[in-house]
């Protein structure tokens, strides 16, 4: 009959809505963005490259990509634990401790930038000690990597916790009762059920940490080819006024964490649906009942 | 809960086994709570603490001393005026973008939203970096704007605008799924039995998301008094013009004026305090009328 763009409803406001949505979007989004667009296709191939590929920049690279990897990583291992701990224990205090998971996503960055600064610089709460045993952690690759694990929290926590919720203990009955030990159980049964969630939750963190500005820059010294953040620098070359090369590298850290994003998020959706499949392939009769008709012991 | 406090005889042994089964021995479990709770200390008591430990440290008067600086009051009063544009006009937003894209089936609609999760996946450096690209001086609209003497960068507007841009999704994104999981049923009966457009807008759907619409505004509205990378990057940082709350806790803790710089903080840390408060409450509130259409599911049964 003819393609249909829109399904047909008797609900009303759809121009209206829509429009209101594009305009603004057009407004506020896609005009300045084909702005910059505009700007980063202003530069040769050669001169792009020289900008992008310069030793400050790649040390920049290195910093930002590298420790949002750390705290990822991190925050992947200790935001199981939380999410483990807040769903499966109960204690005095545990509501307010959940409701308090979420601050590094409230708190503003300038804010959280200072408090770690305070805490971590050489005559700090933390940093006192740890630099009597000469560790510093204020204005180092440390620091960053504390501000960038901070930046990261929540998300590992908040996309395992709903998982865990669900899951039915069942599952965990039903290996008690073949034999297996409590850390088989957690490692063979719970662990590949929360993963795609958590490696969610990792990507996330990873995704917010390597653009993260306001909670790095007062702990890191922002000293370059040292401490200096890709975001950093940046700014910086906003500050001198050379606009093609700030674009440059915003192109840049765009690419590269679109690069990088692009098999997590691949491999993410493998695990899920593997596990989909292994679902499917056993008929619904209840956990720990075999089919009559003799399937094989071993998947 | 040890197991032999379960009284052997009229018990089946199957009851005890579970609960061995499905839980850790007591020392795993305090191991594991404290860890959990030394992490947590770390890095989400260890800062607050250390903001209003710092901020109250030379006495409360000096604390409120700090309130009365004419460079910290703009800066307060310019952050209200960014918030107040922004989040009233995020939520219009907000409010158009989850009806379009939860009441109806259309092409395109989910690069429509990827397009409306943009700020999220980019720095907030990036986003400011955006707007002086089209409206700096070596911009594309910067001669226009030299030209009719109209100041967006380094100036007001261009903090606002930043703003808008870095804040625009949340509302859209609290609402969508609320939306969606609404359905059009209840918006469809209304309209059949004669109410108009805006009639069942406003009686029907409203009240059904009205949480999540509160809950999306105050993130909004956190978020926009809370930004700093692209608010930095677009406002030139003059004293007493172009600083918002956060960038003046910069500029404060430059000069190393620490007890001002954390006073200041001390307001946002209230303000992030109060939004978990109130997602808190939303999150209680939203669950129960689950609750009692689950009892009431059973009173029925």
Redesign the interface.
């Known amino acids: 009959m003819g393609i249909r763009l829109k399904k047909r409803t008797i609900m009303p406001g759809f121009g209206l809505s829509l429009g209101v949505t594009l305009f603004y979007l057009c407004l506020i989004v896609l005009i300045p963005l084909s702005a910059a667009a505009l700007k980063a296709s202003s530069l040769t191939w050669h001169e792009f490259w020289h900008v992008v590929a310069s030793p400050r920049a790649m040390a920049s690279y290195r910093l930002s990509f590298g420790g949002s990897l750390i705290g990822a990583t991190v925050n992947l291992v200790f935001g199981i634990l939380v999410a483990w701990v807040l769903v499966r224990y109960s204690f005095p205090g545990i509501r307010l401790l959940d409701s308090l998971v979420d601050l590094p996503f409230a708190l503003p960055t300038a804010v959280a930038g200072i408090s770690l600064t305070a805490i971590f610089a050489p005559n700090g709460w933390l940093g006192k000690p740890l630099a009597s045993m000469g560790i510093h952690v204020a204005y180092t690759r440390l620091g960053v990597v504390i501000a960038l694990t901070f930046i990261g929290l929540p998300f590992v926590v908040r996309t395992v916790q709903p998982v865990l919720e669900d899951l039915d203990k069942e599952l965990e009955e039903a290996a008690a009762s073949l034999g297996a030990g409590r850390l088989q159980t957690f490692t063979r049964v719970l662990l590949p059920t929360i993963l795609p969630a958590a490696i969610t939750g990792f990507t996330m963190a990873f995704a917010r940490a390597v653009g993260e500005y306001g909670s790095v820059i007062f702990i890191a010294g922002n000293m370059p080819m040292r401490t200096e953040i890709t975001p950093l620098l940046i700014v910086t070359k906003l500050q001198e006024y050379d606009y093609a090369g700030a674009t440059a590298i915003a192109m840049a850290m765009l690419a590269v964490s679109l690069a990088l994003l692009l098999p997590i998020n691949m491999l993410q959706r493998w695990a899920g649906s593997r596990r989909e499949k292994e679902f499917l392939r056993e008929p619904e009769l209840g956990v720990g009942l075999k089919p009559v008709y003799g399937h094989g012991e071993g998947r | 809960m040890s197991s032999s406090a379960l009284p052997r005889i009229g018990i089946a042994p199957g009851i005890r086994?579970?609960s061995k089964?499905?839980s850790?021995?007591a020392f795993?479990?305090r191991l594991?709570?404290g860890?959990?709770?030394l992490?947590?200390a770390?890095?989400?008591?260890?800062?607050?603490g250390?903001?209003f430990y710092?901020a109250l440290g030379d006495g409360v008067r000096i604390y409120l001393q700090t309130f009365r600086d004419p460079d910290t009051v703009s800066a307060i009063r310019l952050t209200l005026l960014a918030a107040g544009i922004a989040v009233p006009?995020n939520m219009?937003?907000g409010v158009?973008?989850a009806?379009?894209?939860g009441?109806?089936?259309?092409?395109g609609k989910s690069l429509?939203i990827t397009?409306?999760d943009?700020?999220f996946?980019?720095?907030?450096?990036?986003s400011g970096?955006?707007?002086?690209?089209?409206f700096?001086?070596?911009?594309?609209?910067g001669p226009w704007l030299i030209a009719h003497n109209i100041r967006v960068i380094f100036a007001v507007p261009g903090i606002v605008?930043a703003t808008?841009?870095v804040t625009?999704p949340f509302v859209a994104r609290e609402l969508l799924p609320m939306v969606q999981a609404q359905g059009?049923d209840e918006?469809?009966a209304a309209?059949t039995l004669g109410a108009?457009?805006w009639q069942?807008?406003f009686r029907v759907t409203l009240p059904n998301v009205k949480w999540a619409l509160i809950y999306g505004v105050i993130?909004c509205n956190?978020r926009a008094?809370?930004?700093?990378?692209a608010v930095?990057?677009v406002s030139g940082h003059i004293r007493g013009l172009t600083d918002t709350?956060?960038?003046h806790?910069?500029v404060l803790?430059n000069d190393y004026r620490?007890t001002a710089?954390?006073a200041v903080?001390s307001l946002?840390?209230l303000?992030?305090?109060m939004?978990?408060?109130v997602?808190?409450a939303v999150e209680w509130k939203s669950q129960q009328p689950a609750k009692r259409a689950a009892s009431d599911g059973e009173m029925s049964a």
Not at chain 2, 129 to 134: N, Q, T
């Open positions: 086994a579970t089964a499905t850790e021995p795993v479990r594991l709570i860890i959990a709770l992490f947590l770390l890095f989400l008591f260890l800062p607050l250390v903001v710092t006009l219009v937003f158009a973008a009806w379009a894209i009441k109806f089936e259309f092409v429509l397009l409306i943009l700020p996946s980019v720095s907030p450096v990036v970096l955006i707007y002086v690209l089209l700096g001086l070596q911009g594309s609209l605008l808008i841009f625009f059009n918006e469809e309209l108009s457009g069942t807008f993130l956190a008094m809370g930004e700093f990378g930095s990057v709350m956060p960038l806790i910069e803790y620490f710089a954390f903080a946002l840390a303000l992030a305090l939004t978990l408060v997602k808190s």
